[in-house]
């Protein structure tokens, strides 16, 4: 009497896509045979499942829909480090045999503790997800939890803040934020490699200028003078993520500029800024009725046209913007309308980014820009501001 686990997700996975487990028993010859499938999220048994055989002696269970309902999305944050650890789950499985003329539980197998973060993959993403890429404990040049083209610009104002995720599952002591300034001739104006981070599975950095300023030893001068900038995670000395080229926003903008951040695929955050000029609209909603002709004044009736008969007793009005990006190359376009468009939460960065609010973006399709077919590149975003007004009552 044996169960045997053959395949679990890996040791850190999104929960949007199948975290799949496979197992097999040499009694599925036994009358009445099932197989029973613990979840356990968080070390708490969240519910039990009976599996039936459905490979020779094989079955399978997927735990994806049960831990992404268990999982919370973290608030964006102006501090230079979040925990993101808090928007994980552990979860297990143990499978049991059952079987008998009455059929009783027999033999079981546990599977390892495995985590699972709030990030889903497009499918030929996650067939080749390895989490270990994403941790500088276990590769060398780990990359941030972005797709964004590293080839390209990533840019960002000086009152802005910009977002990089990473894994660091090991837990090492003395892990640090590295940071250099350049100006436009490429000299080296300041630096700190040794701004201390919090050693945790999950972190999400916040590297815009104003953060970097608030807790380190570069100054607002060292970025008055800066004309692009990169940001490396060490670990204890010993290895660190990717080298990760920033590069000040600083153009004089003709028209009022707008910046989102959104929850990327990874369950991290992405950021870019929209500075052509946009349009603030609002759709408003009447309730009103009709009321009879005329009214009573003491003994008589009558008609006076500054009382009318189609009443407002109140409106609702929901504001909308229109964003346009600036020319952009193809490269950014694509990643932005594939990141943007399929995240469920939005941000605006509002105060001079010292505070956001949630919006829904209603763009309902994209398309994927070429330079060659689409020539200069541009893109619209339509959004619905999250906060209704409701008048005074009539």
Same mark, same amino acid.
Request: with cysteine; glycine share 4%; proline share 3%.
């Given at each position: 009497m044996a169960i045997t686990i053959y395949d679990q997700p890996q040791l850190i996975a999104p929960a949007g896509n199948p975290l799949m487990f496979t197992f097999s028993s040499n009694q599925t010859a036994q009358v009445n045979f099932s197989f029973i499938v613990e979840v356990y999220v968080n070390s708490v048994l969240h519910s039990t499942h009976q599996v039936f055989r459905q490979f020779n002696t094989l079955s399978k269970f997927d735990c994806s829909g049960i831990v992404q309902s268990t999982l919370i999305n973290m608030p964006i944050t102006t501090s230079i480090e979040y925990d993101a650890t808090a928007s994980m789950v552990t979860y297990a499985i143990i499978v049991y045999e059952k079987?008998?003329?009455?059929?009783?539980?027999?033999?079981?197998?546990?599977?390892?503790?495995?985590?699972?973060?709030?990030?889903?993959?497009?499918?030929?993403?996650?067939?080749?997800?390895?989490y270990t890429e994403y941790d500088p404990n276990l590769t060398q040049s780990a990359l941030f939890l972005t797709y964004f083209p590293r080839s390209k610009r990533a840019l960002c104002g000086m009152d802005e803040n910009f977002y990089l995720g990473y894994f660091e599952q090991t837990g090492s002591a003395g892990v640090t934020l590295a940071c250099e300034l350049y100006d436009i001739q490429g000299n080296v104006i300041a630096s700190d490699f040794s701004i201390p981070l919090t050693s945790t599975d999950f972190n999400i950095l916040n590297v815009g200028p104003q953060v970097i300023i608030a807790n380190s030893t570069i100054t607002q001068v060292d970025f008055d003078d800066c004309y692009k900038y990169f940001v490396s995670v060490d670990v204890a000395g010993i290895s660190s993520t990717e080298t990760f080229w920033i590069y000040m926003d600083l153009e004089c903008k003709r028209y009022d500029t707008y910046r989102l951040h959104w929850l990327n695929k990874?369950?991290?955050?992405?950021?870019?800024?929209?500075?052509?000029?946009?349009?603030?609209?609002?759709?408003?909603?009447?309730?009103? !009725?009709?009321?009879?002709?005329? =009214?009573?004044? #003491?003994?008589?009736?009558?008609?006076?046209?500054?009382?009318?008969?189609?009443?407002?007793?109140?409106?609702?009005?929901? =504001?909308? +913007?229109? +964003?346009?990006?600036?020319?952009?190359?193809?490269?950014?376009?694509?990643?932005?309308?594939?990141?943007? !468009?399929?995240?469920?939460?939005?941000?605006?960065?509002?105060?001079?980014?010292?505070?956001?609010?949630?919006?829904?973006?209603?763009?309902? #399709?994209?398309?994927?820009?070429?330079?060659?077919?689409?020539?200069?590149?541009?893109?619209?975003?339509?959004?619905?501001?999250?906060?209704?007004?409701?008048?005074?009552?009539?």
């Amino acid at each position: 009497m044996a169960i045997t686990i053959y395949d679990q997700p890996q040791l850190i996975a999104p929960a949007g896509n199948p975290l799949m487990f496979t197992f097999s028993s040499n009694q599925t010859a036994q009358v009445n045979f099932s197989f029973i499938v613990e979840v356990y999220v968080n070390s708490v048994l969240h519910s039990t499942h009976q599996v039936f055989r459905q490979f020779n002696t094989l079955s399978k269970f997927d735990c994806s829909g049960i831990v992404q309902s268990t999982l919370i999305n973290m608030p964006i944050t102006t501090s230079i480090e979040y925990d993101a650890t808090a928007s994980m789950v552990t979860y297990a499985i143990i499978v049991y045999e059952k079987y008998g003329a009455t059929p009783i539980i027999q033999n079981s197998q546990t599977s390892s503790t495995l985590k699972a973060f709030n990030g889903a993959l497009e499918y030929r993403d996650w067939v080749n997800w390895d989490y270990t890429e994403y941790d500088p404990n276990l590769t060398q040049s780990a990359l941030f939890l972005t797709y964004f083209p590293r080839s390209k610009r990533a840019l960002c104002g000086m009152d802005e803040n910009f977002y990089l995720g990473y894994f660091e599952q090991t837990g090492s002591a003395g892990v640090t934020l590295a940071c250099e300034l350049y100006d436009i001739q490429g000299n080296v104006i300041a630096s700190d490699f040794s701004i201390p981070l919090t050693s945790t599975d999950f972190n999400i950095l916040n590297v815009g200028p104003q953060v970097i300023i608030a807790n380190s030893t570069i100054t607002q001068v060292d970025f008055d003078d800066c004309y692009k900038y990169f940001v490396s995670v060490d670990v204890a000395g010993i290895s660190s993520t990717e080298t990760f080229w920033i590069y000040m926003d600083l153009e004089c903008k003709r028209y009022d500029t707008y910046r989102l951040h959104w929850l990327n695929k990874f369950g991290s955050f992405d950021s870019f800024t929209f500075s052509l000029v946009s349009t603030q609209a609002a759709t408003l909603q009447s309730y009103g !009725y009709q009321r009879d002709t005329g =009214e009573w004044n #003491n003994t008589s009736y009558v008609y006076d046209v500054n009382v009318g008969q189609m009443i407002n007793f109140a409106k609702t009005k929901t =504001e909308t +913007l229109t +964003l346009n990006s600036d020319w952009i190359n193809q490269d950014v376009q694509q990643w932005l309308v594939k990141s943007l !468009y399929d995240s469920p939460v939005v941000y605006l960065e509002v105060e001079n980014g010292t505070a956001f609010e949630q919006v829904k973006v209603t763009n309902s #399709n994209y398309q994927l820009k070429t330079r060659r077919r689409d020539g200069l590149i541009q893109e619209t975003v339509n959004i619905d501001r999250s906060f209704t007004y409701r008048s005074q009552l009539n």
